[in-house]
T-cell receptor, first 116, second 115 residues
């Protein structure tokens, strides 16, 4: 079974600064997806960024980028130029890529507070 | 606008009562999911459905039941057999297998409190 570990329950960052959220995972699969989801205080969770394991290039989405280290099974999220709207719970998630694959495994989340 | 609607947002229940949480989507997604969220526990999968009239148990299905009679709807019943039902429940949907790259679309959630 796959497991996803987020070792930082809470973090804070000053507005306009950069912060990195950590995530490690455990799997015996070679093909999979990794994700970061954001859950703002309003509670509707949204996808921030996705990484396919076969791609060596790290995914980026505007101010959000990842550092994907497949051998180390590490998948960290970097938020640059932090904004107040980035305050949220962030969940790292894993999905096996293959026939009938539907299930995401989530980490326990990191609560990020952006301080003005 | 397309999206997922969960109702009610807040629900109170007495012990021993069943309660049904509604989830409706107009995204034309084949797959739908129910997750339970507890503080410090992340999201845990209760049930999921890949197609109408079919569903599978997730990691914590005991004490819950679902139905999928329509593509748009995936209601969750929390039964009296669920020992600790007080939680935040999230419904989600996604494209079907073959088109599914892992992006889930979530509703705003339903908070159930057992008195």
């Amino acid at each position: 079974a796959q497991t996803v570990t987020q070792s930082q329950p809470e973090m804070s960052v000053q507005e306009a600064e950069t912060v990195t959220l950590s995530c490690t995972y455990d799997t015996s699969e070679n093909n999979y997806y990794l994700f970061w989801y954001k859950q703002p205080p309003s509670r509707q969770m949204i996808l921030v960024i996705r990484q396919e394991a076969y791609k060596q290039q790290n995914a980026t989405e505007n101010r959000f980028s990842v550092n994907f280290q497949k051998a180390a099974k590490s998948f960290s999220l970097k938020i640059s130029d932090s904004q107040l709207g980035d305050t949220a719970m962030y969940f790292c998630a894993f999905m096996e890529q293959g026939a009938g694959s539907y299930q995401l495994t989530f980490g326990k989340g990191t609560k990020l507070s952006v301080i003005p | 606008d397309g999206g997922i609607t969960q109702s009610p947002k807040y629900l109170f229940r007495k012990e021993g009562q069943n309660v049904t949480l509604s989830c409706e989507q107009n995204l034309n997604h084949d797959a739908m999911y129910w997750y339970r969220q507890d503080p410090g526990q992340g999201l845990r999968l209760i049930y999921y459905s890949q197609i109408v009239n079919d569903f599978q148990k997730g990691d914590i299905a005991e004490g819950y039941s679902v139905s999928r009679e329509k593509k748009e709807s995936f209601p969750l019943t929390v039964t009296s057999a669920q020992k600790n039902p007080t939680a935040f429940y999230l419904c989600a949907s996604s494209k079907r297998w073959g088109q599914n790259t892992g992006e889930l679309f979530f509703g705003e959630g339903s908070r159930l409190t057992v008195l």
